[in-house]
């Protein structure tokens, strides 16, 4: 069956970073697009960062120049490094994995950052 497996959330101070890691496995079908969305306590996920199999990448504005998507495609692995880390960065992300049939999404992994 389908996994994504998520890795590299945690807590960390303002300023600090991380990298995230998702590792798409079973998927039968030509992945296209990888990406992270997040979800804060009592807003709407949204698009963090996405990024396609030709390296193509879309950031949501508020973390433009705070963050670099990449993916492995061999691996079928996208990573999410994340500098410059704010409280407002404070979510749930998700890995989001788009084939040709459909999309899939990870558990999602906690990011906490204190202030």
């Known amino acids: 069956q389908v996994q994504l497996v998520e890795s590299g959330g945690g807590l960390v101070q303002a300023g600090g970073s991380l990298r995230l890691s998702c590792t798409a496995s079973?998927?039968?079908?030509?992945?296209?697009?990888m990406g992270w969305y997040r979800q804060a306590p009592g807003k709407q996920r949204e698009l963090v960062a996405r990024?396609?199999?030709?390296?193509?990448?879309n950031y949501a504005d508020s973390v433009k120049g705070r963050v670099t998507i990449s993916r492995d495609n061999a691996k079928n692995t996208v990573f999410l490094q994340m500098n410059s880390l704010k409280p407002e960065d404070t979510a749930v992300y998700y890995c989001?994995?788009?084939?040709?049939?459909?999309?899939?999404w990870g558990e999602g992994t906690q990011v906490t950052v204190s202030s």
């Open positions: 989001n994995v788009i084939t040709s049939l459909r999309d899939y």
């Open positions: 079973g998927i039968i079908f030509s992945i296209n697009v």
């Open positions: 990024i396609t199999t030709s390296g193509r990448t």
